[in-house]
């Protein structure tokens, strides 16, 4: 909040205006007399709030373009000159308030036919994805930043592991980090497969980045990508790898309804290792409103962010994990990824996701919408555009949006095969699926 000093600055210049209006001062008042300020004041004042306001939108424009191009257009906004419009037909108005139709919107909407995967055992994988591009009123042609991928890869033995990815890229080379760290990350993890797949998986999220930074073409000082991929391997198991935001959502249905839960969690300073991590490199932490010594209601952020102690390098994040980042990755930031497995059977459903559909929506609204599909190519198509709706409805612009849907089932060209027939696999299983759904239910 703002100090004693600067409340008394304020009311110093204002009260006469305030007590017009009815506002009651704090500080200024019969037993306070305002302070008076000369010229050479007040134009020192005028420039040291210009500073605070240039370092905030320059923290902004990396962590939240989207966000920054808003308060840019409220201000160019709040310059005009009233007009009085005597003709309120549709030509003049957008019917839906938001300044872009839906059927414009859809021309920049991305769906994949739906595609069916063999695993192994007798198990296939129904898929299919789409990416709608972001609206941003002030950059309309910003390209797609998030990436979506699908892709066979071969361990050490020769077996086939089916990959699947979203990655959201932000900064403004995000999309080329994002397509960057698909391509390495696939084509490291083969050279990694003589290592355990986990192992390998990490190791490729680590070297991605590392190629990333050294990649001269590509500035990665302030741009990176998040990364979630699921991977299948022969045994059915699906390992989970996940650094950033982007999310990995598992969901089926029990006797009398769908249930889900996410199998990621955010990379941000609201947990507590990752806190603690970054606090080893930097105690430089703060949010925007105390580096800027603002009101939440004149910034509209509260999330805590590592701050570079020279301006000129602060990246103002508040991701703790990406590959990219350079000067992020200086103040604790990493590369290395989450890992978890589980083991899945017929009726799962997964999710991959960039945050376009997480930030207005929980896991149980997605699975709601996911189950009332016939086939992941209609459930990711309306799972991104619910995401969409609900941007309108929030905010003045879109996000990128990205929601892959798999569906693991039974193949049916090959009715004789038993999936798990080995004993000890069997009983792993379904420890495993109890354990899923024990978790499911909390």
């Not at 990246?315 to 930031?333: K, M, N």
């Not at 997480?358 to 599909?373: A, D, F, G, L, Y």
């Not at 619910?386 to 049916?412: C, F, G, S």
């Amino acid at each position: 909040g703002l100090h004693a000093g600067d409340i008394l600055m304020i009311e110093s210049m204002a009260h006469e205006a305030m007590q017009e209006l009815g506002y009651e001062t704090h500080m200024v008042g019969p037993d306070v007399e305002p302070v008076h300020y000369t010229q050479l004041d007040l134009e020192r004042f005028a420039a040291d709030n210009a500073k605070a306001i240039e370092e905030m939108n320059d923290a902004l424009k990396v962590e939240n373009p989207g966000d920054f191009e808003r308060r840019r257009l409220q201000a160019d906004i709040l310059t005009l000159q009233p007009v009085r419009l005597d003709d309120w037909s549709n030509e003049r108005i957008c019917s839906d308030g938001f300044g872009i139709s839906d059927e414009v919107l859809d021309k920049s909407l991305n769906v994949s036919e739906l595609t069916h995967t063999n695993l192994t055992e007798g198990r296939r994988i129904q898929w299919a994805m789409a990416s709608q591009k972001g609206y941003y009123p002030d950059d309309r042609d910003k390209q797609n930043q998030d990436v979506a991928s699908a892709k066979a890869l071969k361990d050490a033995s020769g077996n086939t592991i089916h990959c699947f990815s979203v990655f959201d890229g932000h900064g403004s080379a995000g999309h080329h980090c994002a397509q960057f760290a698909a391509e390495t990350i696939h084509s490291t993890f083969e050279k990694q497969s003589h290592n355990v797949v986990e192992r390998a998986l990490e190791r490729a999220h680590v070297a991605a980045h590392n190629a990333l930074v050294k990649n001269e073409a590509i500035d990665s000082s302030r741009s990176g990508t998040t990364a979630t991929t699921v991977l299948f391997r022969p045994d059915n198991a699906m390992v989970i790898s996940n650094l950033g935001d982007s999310s990995c959502i598992i969901g089926t249905r029990t006797a009398d309804r769908y249930v889900g839960k996410e199998l990621t969690r955010p990379h941000n300073l609201f947990q507590k290792d990752e806190l603690a991590r970054v606090k080893r490199f930097t105690t430089n932490i703060m949010t925007l409103e105390e580096k800027e010594d603002l009101t939440e209601s004149t910034c509209g952020s509260s999330a805590p962010r590592i701050w570079h102690e020279d301006p000129e390098k602060s990246p103002g994040v508040a991701f703790t994990r990406s590959i990219g980042d350079e000067i992020a990755h200086d103040l604790g930031v990493i590369a290395r990824p989450d890992i978890d497995e589980i083991y899945v059977e017929q009726g799962h459903f997964i999710i991959l996701c960039s945050d376009g559909i997480t930030e207005w929506m929980n896991e149980k609204q997605c699975i709601e919408i996911v189950s009332m599909h016939d086939n992941p190519k209609q459930a990711s198509e309306a799972l991104v555009k619910e995401a969409r709706k609900q941007w309108q409805e929030h905010t003045d612009y879109i996000d990128d949006i990205t929601a892959m849907v798999l569906l693991v089932e039974d193949d049916p060209s090959k009715p004789d095969v038993v999936v798990g027939e080995r004993k000890t696999k069997r009983a792993g299983l379904r420890r495993s699926l109890a354990k899923f759904r024990r978790r499911l239910t909390i």
